[in-house]
């Protein structure tokens, strides 16, 4: 329709050129006595400069109105990259329908913080939800966690909730599995947590005794091989890899080295002697998930625990389709989009030298190895993305219209955020997907705060709140 206009008002412009242009051609060629001839001659150029003209301005309009928005929508889709497009191909639902139905008919085990349809009310333009804060964030390793966890600490203390803190400043709370009164922030007697939201390996016992009956547990996994390719990197695991860096050539990388036999690598690591083992080369997601590290790959193991993680989690996140999960998020909780908004350079990839998906680098056989020598991180990943991807079939087709609208809104808030110059306030209009909210240069400085800035400003918060300690030093959130 756009284009018809277009085609009208580039005819109207022709006849107008040539009304414009006829008389000073025509006045020429008079005064050589050649009136008629060069007229003629002159308006057929003029005609064919315009043709070429037209041509290219409708190259540009067809363009501009049938190309361009197609692929901005294609962009915006797709922005970043990285949150959006897997690094590998989503399992096929058949196989893993069959996988979780053989589960669910060998446990017959009701589902435990999953059906979340019993507490209702009415959110304009969606299905009655109850809003939940009582939230339990097990962060693993290498999977995006800090991005999410800032978002939890963030909604923790904008809503004045009590955040679970360590006794002293540490990304760790308590000791491998097993968290003591002593290893948190001494709060008075009988005050539960809201929000837990760091490091500690997952183990349910724990959060009975800290939080509220009604905590619902969310988790985040991540592609298993680019997950062990991060670790690498972070953590220089080859350094606790006897012989290792011996045995790895000059034109490898300890990665490849690893991936090339894995089974032999994991019967030689030597992981550091700390509460808190942060390195790890064998389903490390499972373990971050209280998988006990003598439990091996065997297809019991793998089932019974998957079916345990399905019965106690209320959502397990895919770093993958982060954007997709966060709206997830948003709709189990009944929460606001403003409180998943995060901050894209805390998300944003590192570009590590050996995370190339080159065959060169790491090849489909040292794939196939790690799959087999960390079965347990390969099932729950498969599983759990195509659970993902269940739950967003069930919530209707306006789902993926939110998430596209999310990132949209995500986008605006960061060219904001980025600017040094601030024009004012970002006001973000009512939609059904999201209240009327403000965006401005606190709410810009509070995105990009880290976990350690956030644990000083909740417990200076907790202090004043709770024992009438003095108040948060101004700029400090």
Same mark, same amino acid.
């Given at each position: ?5 277009? /085609? ?46 037209? @041509? /290219? ?29 897997? =690094? ?40 009655? $939800? ?10 693993? #390793?290498?999977?995006? %966690? ?28 308590? $000791? ?19 929000? *837990? ?20 547990? /969310?988790?985040? @996994? ?52 700390? $509460? ?7 389903? $490390? ?13 065997? #297809? ?23 954007? #997709?999960?966060?709206?997830? @998020? ?7 989009? =403003? ?19 080159? %065959? ?44 596209? #609208? ?30 009327? *909210? ?40």
């Amino acid at each position: 329709e756009g284009l018809g206009v277009h /085609v009208v008002l580039a005819a109207e412009w022709e006849g107008w050129i040539a009304r414009r242009l006829r008389p000073a051609f025509v006045i020429r060629s008079m005064s050589k006595k050649t009136s008629k001839p060069m007229a003629d001659v002159n308006m057929f150029l003029t005609r064919r400069t315009f043709y070429g003209i037209s @041509l /290219v301005g409708t190259l540009f309009l067809i363009i501009h109105v049938v190309i361009t928005p197609p692929l901005a929508d294609v962009m915006t889709r797709s922005l970043p990259a990285a949150m959006t497009t897997p =690094s590998c191909t989503t399992p096929k639902p058949t196989s893993l329908q069959k996988f979780r139905s053989d589960i669910h008919d060998r446990t017959n085990v009701s589902g435990r913080n999953v059906n979340l349809g019993e507490e209702r009310k009415t959110v304009p333009g969606r299905p009655a $939800c109850s809003l939940h804060q009582n939230v339990a964030f097990m962060k693993v #390793h290498k999977c995006g %966690s800090t991005t999410t966890q800032n978002i939890f600490l963030r909604y923790g203390f904008d809503h004045d909730l009590v955040v679970a803190l360590p006794r002293q400043a540490s990304p760790w709370i308590g $000791c491998g599995s097993t968290i003591r009164p002593q290893h948190t922030m001494k709060l008075p007697q009988g005050t539960k947590w809201n929000i *837990f939201a760091h490091h500690s390996t997952y183990n349910r016992s724990n959060f009975e005794r800290f939080m509220p009956q009604d905590t619902r547990f /969310v988790a985040i @996994l991540r592609n298993p091989i680019t997950t062990i390719k991060s670790a690498f990197n972070y953590f220089k695991l080859e350094y606790f890899f006897p012989g290792m860096i011996e045995r790895t050539g000059l034109s490898e990388r300890p990665i490849q080295t690893y991936l090339k036999n894995p089974t032999y690598w994991d019967g030689v690591f030597v992981g550091p002697r700390k $509460c808190f083992q942060d390195e790890c080369a064998k389903n $490390c997601m499972a373990k971050d998930l209280g998988l006990q590290r003598h439990d091996g790959n065997s #297809h019991v193991t793998i089932k019974h625990f998957i079916q345990g993680i399905e019965n106690d989690f209320a959502l397990v996140m895919i770093i993958e389709y982060f954007n #997709h999960s966060l709206v997830m @998020l948003k709709r189990r909780l009944c929460w606001n989009l =403003s409180d998943i908004i995060y901050d894209k350079h805390q998300y944003k990839a590192r570009n590590y030298d050996h995370k190339s998906s080159s %065959s060169a680098v790491v090849t489909m056989n040292m794939e196939a190895n790690y799959k087999r020598s960390s079965a347990v991180d390969h099932a729950l990943y498969d599983y759990f993305n195509q659970s993902l991807w269940s739950q967003i079939e069930r919530e209707g087709d306006d789902f993926l219209a939110e998430v596209r #609208h999310f990132q949209t809104i995500l986008v605006r808030v960061w060219h904001y955020c980025a600017a040094r110059i601030k024009p004012g306030k970002l006001r973000i209009k009512a939609t059904p997907w999201n209240n009327d *909210f403000i965006v401005n240069k606190s709410f810009c400085s509070r995105l990009s705060k880290g976990r350690w800035q956030w644990d000083r400003a909740i417990r200076r918060k907790l202090n004043r709140r709770f024992y009438n300690k003095p108040q948060a030093q101004a700029g400090e959130v």
